[in-house]
């Protein structure tokens, strides 16, 4: 579904565009404001997949159940969901996908690492988040 609402998206910024610049024929073309967009979008776009798939293999192998394992013993509280953060930013190389897994790794063990109330959870998500702020700082 969100693949279908970003090409949605696409055709009408390109239908917008041609009805403001109806007399630009090299829209379409590598060189044009269509391509260089493409060009842009494109790459950022193959870089959150390739980690997103990345990600979703380590989703599947057994390093959740090592994690779980691992932290669920030690009574570290918020450090935890920070080095889970801080293992898969450093593992997968993309921010925004080491965001999304990190969390999804980390829901099994909310728990026994003492993160019960909603927002325990909160603050244990943007632990998870907060590497890549230090990195960009």
Known sequence: ????????GMLLALKTYMKLRPLDKEVFTFEGEFGESLKIAGQIVLIVGAGGAFGGLLKASPLKDLLVVTFSGLNIGILAPFIIGAIFRTAI????????????MLTPMMEALGFVSPMGRVVAMIACAFLLQIILL
Not at 1 to 8: A, F, G
Not at 93 to 104: C, D, E, K, L, Q
Request: glycine share 10%.
């Open 1 to 8: 579904m969100p693949v279908i609402s970003l090409l949605i």
């Open 93 to 104: 190389g993309s921010g925004t996908v080491a965001m999304i897994t990190a969390p999804t």
